[in-house]
């Protein structure tokens, strides 16, 4: 069975730049499609950005266009998220997906002054 596991989060100032790292053991993470997700206390969980394992297209929702990208290394079996510009809207816990059913345990990421 897939697992997954997120690091790099952690406190960064606005405007700062964080990279989210997922790393997938138990399975072949080539095997599927990767997204990472946010939530916030009393929100909903939310999608950030996607990449499939077809062609590495990728997909972010608007909020975080042309700060955020997705990336995956098959080779080394794992997602990256790069987030820059940072803003406190940004704060959340974060979490890697894949295949529509493995989640990550998600890893902090709080933007704050």
């Known amino acids: 069975q897939l697992q997954l596991v997120e690091s790099g989060g952690g406190l960064v100032q606005p405007g700062g730049s964080l990279r989210l790292s997922c790393a997938a053991s138990?399975?072949?993470?080539?095997?599927?499609?990767v997204g990472w997700f946010r939530q916030v206390p009393g929100q909903e969980r939310e999608g950030v950005s996607c990449?499939?394992?077809?062609?590495?297209?990728?997909n972010y929702r608007d909020s975080v266009k042309g700060r955020f990208i997705i990336s995956r290394s098959n080779a080394k079996s794992e997602v990256y998220l790069d987030m820059n510009d940072l803003t406190f809207e940004d704060t959340a816990v974060y979490y890697c997906q894949a295949g529509g059913i493995y989640w990550g345990q998600g890893i902090q990421v709080t933007v704050s002054s």
């Open positions: 990449i499939n394992n077809i062609n590495g297209a990728t």
């Open positions: 138990g399975g072949t993470l080539s095997y599927y499609g």
